[in-house]
């Protein structure tokens, strides 16, 4: 007897069939020129190699580049028998890809050629995060996992350097790691962390050691602060503004919104952005502040006056991460519902979006080019037709 998949074969809520049945009525839609792939896609990075190309990590197991100017998926990079879950490039160069998986273990590849390459095994769950680092003149690579630790790898023997692991406030599961580039030199590095649990973490990596930075607390002088704690629970994403003359930090959390912590103020938050239900990523722009998580949409912020300006639809599930292309002309989109989707962030296109949104909450219907008719009469035939007409004239 076969087992039946179909949803309408089991149980299923109110809310539950409401939202499935919502999905697969938005599924349709083109909008941010859609590019389907057959996974979920649970992260993704710009290809330093290219300005069209992005690298993602699916639930397949596989990391996918794919250019999203012409919708070429075809260089894919496979090893794991598990979701992947993070993604980044580094090594020499610049031409190792690196892969976080559910099998615990950190894979290589050459950018190039695809050849598989060293494999770093270590962390007892889920790698979720990792970042390339360069410490005292020697390439490694930094993970962190759902067993609460971060690692610290030599790239070239797979060698593990450092365990990290915060003594005074327990730490859950690592959601995110990125580098401190201002603060970080040739032979340390200030490693910034994000877990399950709501707090920030900074950390001085070096070849020999490692220890975790405290900061004076922003709101009581003199007294010393031994995490950033800025948001309600889970921070998902932390990214440093490479547009602002500051290098503030931003983040994403679970608790709906997307901050900028200040790094004059000592990373106390400077300002807040309300996008609702969990943020799973952030990016900024000279001009933007893009968020995006479970809700499926992107919304547009502008910059300098903290309002939303845009909300760009078209997921139909959550999205999972944001690459922003080409100077920031462009944001690219990934997401559980399998589909990466690409949007311009010219104020004009923007504006657009907006006015078509506007039009359709109205009920005014997008009109529809009109194709001329086709003659019923051949080009020879009209002519003919001309000419005995002048004639009777």
Sequence with gaps: MNKGTNPDQFFQTDAEQAKRERRAAKAGNKNGSPIALKSKLLAAISDPTSPSCILIAESTGSVRRVNVDTGDTRQVFRGPSAPVTCVAVGGPRNQTVFAGSWDKDIWSWDLESETPGRKYSGHSDFVKAIVPAKLGGKDCLISGGADKKIMVWDFKSGSRLQVL?????????????????????PDEVILVSASSDPHIRRWRVRLDGFEQIKDSSPNEPGAARHTILEHDTTVYKVVFDGEGEEVDLWTSSGDGTAKCLSR????????????????????VTDQWIITAGRDEDIKVWNRTSGKLYCTLEGHYDEVTDLVVLDGGSRVVSVSIDGTVRTWPLGQVELDKVNKEQEDRAKGVEKEKAVEPAKGLMTVDEEAELAALMEDDD
């Design 264 to 283: 004059l103020k000592g990373f106390a938050c400077d300002d807040s952005f309300h996008h609702g239900d969990h943020v799973r990523a952030v990016s």
């Design 165 to 185: 692991q915060d003594q005074t406030v327990p730490m859950m599961a690592i959601q995110d790691l990125v580098i401190d580039p201002v603060q970080s030199g």
